[in-house]
């Protein structure tokens, strides 16, 4: 970028706090990009100028009386999955279209409340249920290094942003992928956080034991800046884990030495692209350069993942939209002739094919008589799975894998065949079912797109996660690559 700012969360706030240029500058900046990419890209479905304006302003007065915290002034995206009081919220589907909530989601109260500004809503998979933000109502967003392949989902709009440098930051969601896939599509990093690590208070819910709120950036150092602010015990949210606030940068610097890292056998098999493999090798030559000792591990059920979170997924999902039902907010059909022609009218002309598919299998899933056989089971299933990665952590101290199969497929590639979608969350959705801490980070490249690699970490053990993805930071330059068409403007 010819603009003379710098990419980064972390070099921004240093430039913001040596008086380089204010935040409304800064913020002006972003705004100026969106405007002349994305209607090309389509990452944003709500741009707030206004708000955000007004959001810089605050933050460089803030700065003026000394008050700036390290976010302060610094833009991001929203997944507009997150709820936002008077703005727009609709979880990319035309059932919320509509929407524009009364409240903030805590974790967005809480970038708030550190002085972040919003620049608007990104675009989604519908209700975070897809791979490749196809399933929006908005149309899907681009990939901004191959505008005819999908960024992944559902936080596809967050990552294409980020990637694009329509935004430093944003925020993502993770239900069985959606914060890693598309940020291993888009080459950019994100963190999965520990269940329970954010608030999940007025995210909007499509399966709620496995959603997690996380950050998406462009690199480690910035996802433990944001995770930071985000992160922390509420009250409201009856999952939310109450430990003591942690600075999550302070292992960044961490020496690798003696380090013990797994590479779960079963997640080399034929199903990775060879390509992938060979990234994944030269990633765990570079650890070994730094001085991690490399391993294989055993995963053994893994393979159960997938049948395991779709039969979870869409179990708690059919129960979570029921509250769309056309009477107290959302879409509402016009002229019901009775109360039943009102529900089933607005749901079928609001939710979209993937999320009635998904209603469909939950709803059968839990029907008196296969609720054992289906959810029941799936539920084992989920405590062998996380009982693999307990033995896992008793040899290493983390997982090192692929995020995704591929790299970014094409645009209407996979959208007849719903299963292949689904067969290629095959390494991101154990960590949900167990509730551990994952991210992705750029690799390398593969045809000109870009491959992540995945790090699966122990409970809460975040800090330690971003430190070893830092230190691969620091040896390779992935992750600074820009693509093409964000150097454009
Ligand atoms: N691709 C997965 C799905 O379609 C994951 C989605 C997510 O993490 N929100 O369910």
New binding site residues.
């Given amino acids: 970028m010819a603009s003379g700012f710098p990419s980064t969360v972390a070099a921004l706030a240093a430039g913001l706090e040596r008086g380089d240029f204010s935040s409304v500058e800064l913020t002006e900046h972003y705004l100026a990009r969106i405007r002349a990419l994305n209607p090309e890209l389509n990452c944003y479905i709500t741009v707030c100028e206004d708000g955000a304006r007004a959001q810089a302003r605050a933050a460089d007065e803030r700065r003026a009386m000394g008050e700036a915290g390290v976010l302060t002034g610094i833009p991001y995206a929203n997944k507009d999955i997150f709820c936002t009081a008077g703005v727009r919220t609709s979880c990319g589907s035309r059932m919320l279209d509509n929407f524009v909530p009364p409240y903030t989601a805590t974790a967005v109260e809480r970038l708030h409340e550190a002085g972040m500004v919003m620049l608007g809503k990104a675009n989604m ?1 519908e209700f ?4 490749s933000n196809e399933t929006s109502f908005y149309g899907p967003a681009r990939n901004p290094w191959r505008p005819d392949c999908v960024p992944g ?2 936080s596809g709009g967050s990552a294409a942003a980020v990637a694009a440098r329509l935004a430093p930051a944003a925020t993502g ?6 914060i890693r896939q598309p940020a291993s599509f888009c080459g950019v990093s994100g963190l999965k956080p520990t269940y329970g690590r954010v608030s999940r208070w007025g995210m909007i819910a ?1 399966a709620s034991s496995l959603d997690q709120g996380g950050p998406m950036a462009l690199t480690a150092e910035d996802l433990a800046l944001l995770l930071g602010a985000m992160s922390g015990f509420d009250s409201r949210d009856s999952t939310s884990v109450d430990c003591v606030p942690e600075d999550f940068s302070r292992l960044l610097g961490a020496p690798l030495a003696g380090l013990k890292l797994g590479l779960p056998k079963e997640f080399l098999d034929g199903r990775l692209a060879p390509e992938l493999g060979a990234t994944l090798e030269e990633a765990r030559r570079v650890y070994e350069s730094l001085g991690a000792e490399c391993r294989e591990i055993s995963l053994p059920n893994s393979g159960l993942a997938i049948p395991a979170y779709y039969i979870v ?1 869409s179990a708690e999902c059919s129960s979570n939209l029921s509250r769309y039902d056309g009477v107290r907010f959302g879409h509402r059909c016009d002229q019901p002739a009775d109360l039943l022609d009102l529900y089933t009218r607005s749901r079928a002309e609001g939710f979209g094919a993937e999320v009635k598919r998904r209603i469909l299998v939950g709803t059968y899933a839990l029907s008196a008589g296969y609720y054992e056989a289906y959810y029941g089971k799936a539920q084992k299933l989920r405590r062998l799975i996380q009982r693999d990665f307990q033995a896992a952590f008793g040899e290493v101290d983390a997982i090192l894998g692929p995020t995704s199969p591929s790299v970014a497929f094409g645009l209407g590639q996979k959208t007849d065949d719903p299963v292949s979608m689904y067969l290629a ?1 095959i390494y991101t959705t154990a960590v949900n079912l167990a509730g551990l801490p994952g991210l992705s980070i750029p690799a390398g490249f593969v045809d000109g797109l870009p491959v992540g690699m995945q790090l699966i970490g122990n409970y809460f053990d975040e800090a330690r996660l971003l430190g070893i993805a830092h230190r691969f930071q620091q040896a390779t330059d992935w992750h600074r690559r820009v693509p093409a068409l964000a150097d454009k403007v």
């Fill in positions: 998979d975070a249920m897809g791979s989902g559902s969601t993770d239900t069985g992928g959606s499509f997924a969350d």
